[in-house]
């Protein structure tokens, strides 16, 4: 009998031992389990800064709900496959168009934004440029705000360094690596050509019967300082808005290739630049005679810009007038 019960005592206590061995292992694996789980949350929720010059955000690595004010940014997001939740559907360039549909929530315009709107859709980040730069800090009340302005005078270089910011945001580093690279090799062929070219180009905007020229480091300033179109006027004073000029000063600098911008096009108003810009005076020169006058995508030129889609589009128009 006690043989039994010595036997018996025995089993129990290896059947405890094994017991005890179960639980520690399920233990373990909950709390790996529990560790994966913790970071997975941890990448999603992944926060970094982003520093420019009106301020730092703290953007949500991958954000969900975002807005966007700048037309070129939203052509990069689109271009990339990023969902976005509101766009200033009071101007939306036409290769944009469905971001005017009820999908998404209107903002505003690219002056007057709807703040109100805006914070009902409690962004995780939002995108400004240079119109909206006065108005940064009611932006930044609302949600992280990213201000990615374009810098003229070193354009290419501000526009790549604008393009790895989103990428690095959304997590697309790879694929736009990828995208410049094929604009770096679409800008050099444009170069090759222009290295050897003696034709020298004007840039104008018309609006109203009003002409303006820009020269290098100004706002449309890429065509000579990116893809080496010689100015035909060297002197034209840099700047945003342009230098005011007359039909007479066209005839007088009588460039080869005029590059002209259409403003009332691009904001949809009904004027025709075509109409009051080529005129008598204009017809004497070299870029009418040659059949050289080039009229460019105003919604992409005027109201976008500094974008994946907008850069490519300005790039097939100069190398065109080629």
């Given at each position: 009998m006690k043989k039994k019960l010595s036997i018996f005592a025995i089993l129990l206590a290896f059947l405890l031992i094994l017991g005890a061995c179960g639980n520690k292992?399920?233990?373990?694996?909950?709390?790996?389990d529990d560790s994966a789980s913790g970071d997975k949350k941890a990448e999603e929720t992944e926060t970094i800064t982003i520093k420019h010059e009106l301020g730092e955000a703290p953007v949500k690595k991958n954000p969900e709900?975002?807005?966007?004010?700048?037309?070129?940014?939203?052509?990069?997001?689109?271009?990339?496959?990023?969902?976005?939740?509101?766009?200033?559907?009071?101007?939306v360039p036409s290769y944009l168009e469905k971001y005017k549909s009820d999908e998404y929530t209107n903002v505003g315009?690219?002056?007057?934004?709807?703040?109100?709107?805006?914070?009902?859709l409690k962004p995780d980040v939002i995108f400004i440029s240079g119109r909206q730069a006065d108005l940064y800090d009611q932006f930044a009340e609302i949600a992280p705000t990213v201000y990615i302005p374009l810098d003229t005078t070193d354009y290419l270089n501000s526009f790549k360094e604008n393009m790895n910011t989103v990428a690095?945001?959304?997590?697309?580093?790879?694929?736009?690596?990828?995208?410049l690279a094929d604009i770096d090799d679409r800008v050099a062929a444009i170069q090759e050509k222009t290295s050897g070219m003696d034709e020298k180009g004007l840039i104008v905007l018309g609006t109203e019967g009003k002409v303006s020229a820009y020269g290098p480091a100004s706002r449309?300033?890429?065509?000579?300082?990116?893809?080496?179109?010689?100015?035909?006027?060297?002197?034209?004073?840099?700047s945003t808005h342009g230098q005011n000029i007359t039909f007479e000063y066209i005839l007088d600098t009588n460039p080869d290739i005029l590059y002209v911008i259409d403003r009332d096009a691009a904001i949809g108003t009904d004027s025709s630049v075509k109409a009051s810009l080529e005129n008598d005076l204009v017809k004497k020169t070299n870029a009418y005679k040659n059949d050289k006058i080039v009229y460019l995508n105003g919604e992409v030129w005027y109201l976008a810009g500094g974008g994946l889609q907008s850069m490519k589009e300005m790039i097939s128009e100069v190398e065109g007038s080629l």
């Open positions: 292992d399920a233990g373990n694996a909950d709390k790996s709900n975002v807005v966007v004010f700048d037309f070129g940014i939203l052509d990069t997001l689109d271009e990339l496959g990023v969902n976005v939740k509101g766009v200033p559907q009071a101007t315009s690219l002056k007057e934004p709807d703040f109100e709107a805006i914070h009902a690095k945001i959304f997590d697309k580093e790879d694929e736009m690596k990828q995208e449309f300033g890429l065509i000579h300082d990116v893809f080496g179109v010689k100015p035909a006027d060297d002197k034209i004073e840099a």
